[in-house]
């Protein structure tokens, strides 16, 4: 390892964080700024680590801990009130917040992801009837292997979905973030457009093809019928009441994917290499529940990756969206002014990457002696969020944590 890059690795997060802070536009004038950006964006995030979920409670913990804060800026003026926090943060450009947010897992964390997952999902009590504004609805990439958020982009609503997505790519393609990634997406992109946008990047697609590409399910499905799978992975799951056996079949044999089309707007999807076929037999309590669904990759994948990559597309849904409605409480935020929903959404994916990569809390050592050594527990989320408030020196091993 270079000593050049060894330095690199030892700059902590935090110090990258305020790096990136720094870029950001400040919208107020110069000579009334009491509290800098820098300083209102470090307490959001570090209020957030801390089981802070919304803007008031950020603003008396920062109270409660102003000695902490301190540690890192000078907030020379303690920090501001929650209405205050509110009203800054609905006038933060959210595009430049969420690049910022993009460039600093790129250099926190500068390994490249190699299964990235990317979904929507709405803060349903985002919305504003008054102004007949729909709820705020969030394209996200997450890295599933390492659990790390890599970006957003916001839409109006799931509709829109296909016309972030290109954006998002672009963004986390910047400097070849996307090489050699296998990127996952749901149905609704199943298009030649977003699959020609993941491949010039350097990455390879991974499509669901639904009941809104019938002609496209058809043929597929008239090609696991015609021919035999030339491999075949099978796998059970048991857990949550029920029994779940899968059977992953691949085919290589798919040229005509990328042939021209015999009718105007059939889907034919460049450097497609393999199809993917899954079925599923789920034993519940009182009856059996079966599915078939399918995949088109570019990559040449065996079945046991085809599986794998399949499983993990949905650890977004398990790791990001359910953890930001139940350990983050992001349906019940009812921000709907301004920027501050789409900000806050920002801000709850710095503090998740932060405290789900932080070290295991240590834990008191047990009253009686144990005759058999227990296996150590991983901390969840939302109790490093209640240790993080609790103990301000977990939070700051969170916050100085060095790039790994």
Known sequence: MSLAFAVFREKPRLKALLDHFSTIEDPREAW??????????????????????????IAAWGEENLPVLRRYLPYAHGVPTGRWLTLLMNRVNPALFSAVFTAWVREAWPERPDLIAIDGKTSRRSHDRGEDRAPLHLVSAFATTSRLVLGQEAVPDKRSELSAIPVLL???GEGGGLEGALVSIDAIATTATIAQAIREKGADYLLAVKANQPTLRQEIEGAFAAAPAIDTSHDNDKGHGRIERRVVDVIHE??????TRRFPGETRLPHAATLIRVTSRA?????????????VSSARLEAARAAEAVRSHWRIENALHWTLDVVFAEDQSRLRKGHGARNMAIVRHFAINLIRHAPEPER???????RKAAKPRKT????RRKIASWRSSYLETALAEPQN
């Open 254 to 259: 798919v040229d005509w994917l990328n042939g």
């Open 364 to 370: 008191p050592a047990p009253m009686k002696p144990q």
């Open 170 to 172: 672009e963004r986390l």
């Open 380 to 383: 969840s989320l939302k109790l």
């Open 32 to 57: 009334r700024v009491a509290h800098p950006l820098r300083e209102v964006l470090l307490l959001v995030v570090c209020g957030s680590m801390a089981d802070c979920d919304h803007y008031e409670s």
């Open 283 to 295: 034993e519940l309590s009182d009856r059996s529940r079966f599915e078939t669904r399918y995949f």
